[in-house]
């Protein structure tokens, strides 16, 4: 079969990250004998500069095609809607060109990112003039993570303002031939919605190390990380002022943070101070990234539950590199590092409890240990990219519509 998947947001071949979700469907796909086109932006949603890989190439027996679109600053703002508006009308326009040209075959299966939201109302006229099925995967709550956009005690308003927003959801979940999601929460979300398709989840996968060596480093100091985007809406500022009070008081404790985004300035600034106990290396290849994580002891997830998030790309990396996992977020997250004994929780925001979080391990090496054992054994059983994106393929090779 022919399979187009379009996602604006993962890394692509030829730029250094590692590969997420829709590089590793691609190689599962093609391991399965189909031809693939992998449809992104031109816009790189990490870094947030223009992607420099060229527009139309080919990578790992699959097809890579940009589209172009707006930039945009922030990851909750109307520029962002705006980026995503233009990019699936641009993305409908080229993917009819390239066919009625002969470029590109009709696909017999389009596999769709959620967000963006208007992607389904393009995909479903394609799917009209082509037969094509359509599968929609669910990677984050849209419209329900910009309902921050509001004051805290006015939230609620959100179902009201964002109808517009939520009957595009409720179109794609309804209509499509098959939804599946990265986390139980998100497929409730969809039948919550009256999605009428059969659901499939599969977690977010990543690729396991051969083996759980740790890079070598000071056994003294409490090594934290934190990989992944560094936008406005994390609790980043509690774990670095978590950080300087505890070193600042004598604990042996230190941070590394691998990212970028618009706290990255600050963040710079602050590990350039005299004695920081932070070091920030900015974006990093996945080859030193993975250098990164096998150096430090545990991973921050610094998240509020009121992003929507369920289970972020970062648990993933941070289980797969052997890493105890301090947790800000409630529900699901907090629900696997608990039934694997992988980690802690503090509460978003508040900087003693998440100093009180970093101090268990320090105090007590055995928990951190075991916890670190409990991760990687979580990685294993419910992470592992070599089991979810083979069975992911199957999936929508079978998907056969209401």
Known sequence: MTIWINSPFDALPGEGGRPMRYWLLCRALVAAGHAVVLWSSDFHHVTKRRRTVAHAYGAEGFQVRLVPTLTYASNV???????????????ARLAREAVAARELTAPD???????PLGLYAETARMRRAWGSRVVVDVQDAWPETFYRLLPRGVRWLGRVLFLRARGLARRAYRGADGVTAVSERYAR??????????????PLGCRLPKSDARAEKDGEKLRLCYAGNLGNTYDISTVVGGVDALAADGWPVALEVAGDGPQGAWLSETAAR???PVTFHGYLDDARLQTC?????????????????????????YAAAGLAVINGLE???QALLERYGAGVAYKAGDGPSFIQAVQRYVKDRGLLERHQLGARRLAEERFDAEKIYPEMARWIEDVTGR
Not at 109 to 115: D, Q
């Open 189 to 202: 979300l969809a039948r919550e919605y009256g999605c009428l398709p059969k659901v499939g989840v599969f």
């Open 274 to 276: 005299s004695g920081s």
């Open 331 to 333: 529900g699901e997250t």
């Open 77 to 91: 703002g109307w520029r962002r809607w705006r980026s995503h508006a233009r990019y699936a009308g641009t993305w």
């Open 293 to 317: 994580l096998r150096s430090c002891d545990v991973g921050i997830v610094p998240m509020f539950a009121s992003s929507w998030v369920a289970v972020p790309n970062k648990v993933a990396d």
């Open 109 to 115: 299966r389009i596999v769709l990112s959620m967000p």
